[in-house]
């Protein structure tokens, strides 16, 4: 049995009884189909064809490929990346790791709906910038991730592999190459019955065709003869679409807004270029030895004819007269044999679907509140609504909940409905229902238990699932069929079980929050099943430069009406709490109390970085998980549940001046650090970088890549360099080598490059032992650059002026020393420092020395 998600588990019974499920995908607006796309779904049912394009990270993919083969072919195409990209920034906001792992994870499946792709991942963590891929298989699990890629294979059965980098050096990223090393292995592996063996209780072994490495031209030299590749033209334009290839992949492209890859369209002729890697050469098509009609399938020819008269008789001002013959399709469909079982499931749920848009079906079900809590009840808005004239009537309804009770709305009390749909006529319900006692709070499947810094690790038993008077009631779903998949699986669905034409169907709907926003209109959320008690600590780093208290606000959120209990924290040895507990009662749902602690390190308490966590205890249970939501207009909202923890730094530190000025850049947390140290920050804007608000300040900070994403400092570059000349002390955090707003950031000339160090506790050398940065007010040594995370620095200058001293020096193994982490120099009365120092990760994180070097710089001169 082919095992998709839970619906695969099912599908045995529904083929069984002519029935057919189709899920929708999560959070998001209800689908419509104008006449071209449903033409064009016509067309792409008489196609029997899959390609599968493997890379890295999220962004890493070709979308004008995607959206080519995905349209253009209309072949089943889907994006595998080994990673959620968690390693990466953010241009657009705060979160990093994990948080930025779901925004991109979420700006994938924002692209794959626009250019026609699927999504698919493997378990790997994007740990940061890796310069080998020796060194990425020694922080992966190369065999799980190999897995993980022969897992979607095997499912997927693409006829064509693609690799988005070659399998050497040129990838430029460790991770990179990697992936294309994994493809190649894979592609073999997926084939061997020796391989994995325990994925063939689920899947078939699976031979593509062909690899090929789709190159472009930051891989090939200027003037070198393309002649040996294959190439085939990407640019085409669709008509039913309106677009070119080209303009849906920059539509696509552009939903990686965290990464800044907004995207110009490109139309006319767009070259693409493939390398063999393994398998078949192409020598006239991509797909060449590989029959894309319904005559591979045994006894599939006949329904290539049927629907080559559906597509022939197609009326794309009634869509809805093509039922009939889907009808007929569909049914000729039950009679084929067993080994078309993987093209017979893929193209029932296109016809599915199809048939949807051709009615122009809209089946929702609409929770009234955002969130629900386990064993919570919730009212439900459920809508049907035919706008066809073909028969369609709504048979019956169901929810997998422990309750279900309709409420008195017109004459209908029970589950059993049987209505017909009257053209443009809505059935409109109201329901009760009660989420299972055991469901599982909606965090990221992958986040649920801890992982590696490689590695994440999916629970053996991923949620509980059932249908109340379903054969499949009780469902369990297990990691095996939740590996690969983007996102979790819905928390509540309400299948509808509709007639059309007298023909069983059966459509789920997610359960999904609607709202209407003055500015943005209509827009959906995914329903979010929370704990009863969500407990948040302010701030992300606690620290303490001497023996004073400071004062640690937590804040407590009801997801239910009258939820009491107590609030404690859980120190380390030699630390105090003041009260050690705090009574809490939160009458409302949704209801906030903050309440604050008095937190002061004792005589016993140790040196450097530890933790603190806050506990919530209600009825008996424990809870310390927060309630994180990140909402960013382009992607749906997302909700996590972070433990309730945060770092507790206990270290000797000095600092100089006070006032500090902070202009932001991409978004990081740095000015809260320097609060934590005791300096007074201000947040500019780029309208109060004048002469006079600047004088103020003992030092101004520009944050992360503000040279990248401030276009005013263009303009105001002259102004901060004038504060310098006058005494002014100026901090720059790394910039990007690319897309700066202006050719030149420093006083004197320095060139940016993409250089980096790594490893984040590679060893480091001072090389002026005596500058000021070293020793003012605190002395710095090379404990100071231990327990850092993820890399060390990033996008050091290559070049600079003689002006600018050099701090220190390291690099990563195997490689030449690199000078550049800080460049400082005098110029007029004042201080200009440049910094690739990842210090945006380095103090959230709580590494004690990254604080005394922060504090080193802004109080340089005074």
Not at 643 to 668: C, F, T
């Amino acid at each position: 049995m082919r095992l998709r998600s839970f619906y695969a588990a099912l599908s045995a019974f529904l083929l069984l009884t002519s029935q057919f499920l189709i899920p929708e995908a999560a959070a998001q607006a209800p689908k419509t189909w104008s006449s071209g796309e449903i033409l064009l779904g016509l067309k792409k049912l008489n196609v029997l064809g899959s390609a599968l394009y493997l890379a890295a990270h999220p962004d890493d993919e070709n979308t004008r490929l995607i959206a080519y083969l995905a349209n253009g072919r209309l072949v089943e195409t889907g994006y595998l990346s080994c990673t959620r990209g968690d390693g990466g920034q953010n241009l657009i906001g705060p979160e990093l790791r994990e948080g930025l792992g779901v925004i991109r994870t979420q700006e994938l499946l924002a692209a794959r709906r626009i250019d026609g792709g699927r999504q698919f991942f493997t378990r790997a963590n994007d740990f940061g910038f890796s310069k080998t891929p020796e060194e990425t298989f020694t922080i992966w699990d190369k065999e799980q991730v190999l897995s993980d890629m022969v897992w979607v294979i095997r499912q997927r059965r693409p006829d064509v592999m693609i690799t988005r980098f070659p399998p050497d050096a040129r990838a430029g990223h460790g991770h990179h190459t990697a992936s294309a090393m994994l493809a190649i292995e894979a592609f073999s592996a997926a084939a061997d019955p020796k391989r994995f063996p325990e994925q063939l209780q689920y899947v078939q072994p699976w031979q593509a065709k062909r690899l090929l490495w789709n190159t472009g031209s930051f891989f090939v030299k200027p003037g070198e003869d393309m002649s040996p590749y294959f190439k085939l033209d990407a640019g085409g334009f669709n008509p039913l679409l309106g677009q070119s290839y080209g303009e849906i992949a920059a539509r696509s492209r552009s939903q990686h807004r965290s990464q800044g890859f907004g995207s110009s369209a490109q139309r006319g002729e767009a070259p693409e270029y493939f390398q063999l890697l393994k398998g078949e050469p192409a020598k006239t098509d991509l797909f060449d030895g590989v029959d894309l009609t319904w005559n591979r399938v045994p006894g599939g020819a006949a329904i290539g004819k049927m629907l080559d008269e559906v597509i022939r008789k197609y009326d794309p001002a009634n869509p809805s007269a093509s039922v009939a013959g889907l009808l007929k399709v569909r049914a000729a469909l039950q009679k084929l044999p067993e080994v078309a079982g993987f093209w017979n499931d893929e193209k029932r749920e296109e016809i599915d679907e199809l048939i949807y848009g051709c009615l122009g079906l809209n089946l929702s079900a609409i929770s009234q509140e955002t969130t629900a809590t386990p064993d919570g009840k919730l009212d439900v808005v459920i809508e049907a609504l035919n706008r066809s004239s073909v028969p369609v009537k709504l048979k019956w309804l169901e929810v997998p909940a422990i309750d279900f009770s309709f409420q008195t709305v017109g004459n209908m009390a029970k589950q059993e409905v049987n209505e017909q749909l009257t053209n443009g006529k809505p059935f409109l319900k109201k329901a009760s229902i009660t989420i299972p006692a055991k469901q599982s709070v909606s965090q990221p499947y992958w986040l649920r238990e801890a992982g590696t810094i490689g590695m994440y690790k999916v629970p053996e038993i991923v949620e509980e699932f059932a249908w109340p008077e379903h054969p499949h009631k009780g469902q369990r779903i297990e990691k095996r069929e939740v590996l690969g998949r983007p996102e979790n699986r819905p928390v509540n669905e309400v299948l509808f079980a509709i007639e059309v034409a007298g023909v069983p169907f059966y459509y789920t709907k997610n359960l999904q929050y609607k709202s209407t926003d003055p500015v943005e209109g209509e827009k959906y959320r995914p329903l979010t099943v929370v704990p009863p008690v969500a407990v948040n600590i302010g701030g992300r780093a606690y620290v303490f430069a001497d023996n004073q208290p400071k004062t640690v606000p937590v804040t407590l959120r009801a997801a239910k009406a009258g939820v009491k209990g107590t609030l404690a924290l859980s120190l380390p040895k030699g630390w105090t709490a003041e009260p050690a507990s705090i009574p809490f009662e939160l009458g409302a749902k949704d209801a906030e109390q903050t309440v604050q602690f008095r937190v002061q390190p004792g005589a016993g308490a140790a040196e450097g970085k530890s933790e603190l966590r806050a506990v919530a205890t209600v009825e008996g249970q424990a809870y310390s998980r927060g309630y994180q939501t990140i909402a960013y207009t382009h992607i749906p909202t997302q909700t996590l549940f972070p433990e309730a923890v945060a770092p507790l730094v206990k270290l000797d530190l000095r600092r100089k001046g006070q006032e500090i000025g902070y202009l932001m850049g991409a978004g990081d947390e740095v000015p809260d650090a320097l609060r934590q140290i005791g300096y007074t920050v201000t947040l500019l804007k780029p309208e109060d970088i004048t002469d006079q608000n600047l004088r103020r300040f003992d030092a101004v900070v520009l944050g992360v890549r503000a040279y990248n994403t401030l276009d005013r400092l263009k303009t105001l570059q002259p102004t901060l360099l004038k504060y310098v000349e006058q005494g002014g002390n100026l901090v720059v955090q790394y910039v990007v080598n690319r897309g700066t707003v202006l050719p030149q950031i420093g006083p004197y000339p320095l060139t940016l490059s993409t250089d980096r160090v790594t490893v984040e506790n590679a060893p480091v050398t001072f090389l002026n032992p005596t500058q000021p940065l070293l020793n003012t007010p605190n002395k710095i040594t090379s404990k100071d650059f231990e327990g850092w995370v993820q890399e060390q620095g990033l996008y050091y200058p290559s070049q600079w002026d003689p002006k600018y001293q050099t701090v220190l020096s390291s690099q990563d193994p195997g490689e030449k020393a690199k000078e550049s982490a800080i460049l400082v120099a005098d110029y007029g009365k004042g201080h200009y420092i440049y910094t690739g120092l990842s210090l945006f990760r380095e103090l959230p994180a709580g590494v004690p020395g990254a604080y005394r070097i922060l504090t080193n710089m802004v109080s340089l001169g005074k």
